[in-house]
């Protein structure tokens, strides 16, 4: 899958790829960053769940199992491979969970055209009940391009289920991911 720039027409100055696979324990997610300025990313050596991570340059995934919409969980990843995990929790003390923390796996690689994150989610983490093929996660992908000492419209947001505008946690916007056994 390709993400697109958010509420911008024409095509995005970098391309942006993800792909997603599945045992019965993790949900495996690769992201292949294109970068025709890697000597301007923005990335910062930061600390886990430290907030600010998604001024970086960096990869997010929504996931929502149970479909409302409503209570979801977002994984952050830089290029240089500071995470945060994150549980949101619609009328639940707390309502944002920073502490929350699921012992994802998380690679990183910078390139000079480019950058790549790969991450392994433990599915018990967000789904306890376990997944099983034809299972469906409300989800969405993204990128944020933030770089240094450039002009303002260079910083794009990429996503897979298009936003028209706003920012990432939009859920009304984002698409089902299936879990199938085979292609």
Known sequence: MHLAAIAKKGAPLVKTAARALWSPDYLYLGFDC??????NLKIA????????????????????????????DQFIVNAKGAVAD????????????WSWNCAMQVATKIG??????ELAIP?????????????????????????????AEENE?????????????????????RFVDRL
């Open 45 to 72: 050596g930061r600390n886990r769940d430290e907030p600010d991570l998604w001024k970086d340059s960096d990869v997010e995934i929504f996931l929502n199992p149970s479909g409302d919409r409503a209570n979801y």
């Open 112 to 117: 000079t055209d480019g950058w790549t994150a």
């Open 34 to 39: 294109e970068e025709t300025k890697m000597a």
């Open 123 to 151: 599915l018990m983490a967000v789904a306890p009940e376990g997944v099983k093929a034809g299972m469906e996660f409300v989800a969405n992908f993204f990128r944020a391009r933030n770089l240094r000492d450039v002009p």
């Open 86 to 97: 994150v549980a949101y929790h619609k009328g639940g003390v707390p309502p944002v969970d």
């Open 157 to 177: 947001l990429y996503s897979w289920s298009p936003i028209p505008s706003g920012g990432f946690d939009r859920t009304e916007y984002f698409g089902r991911i």
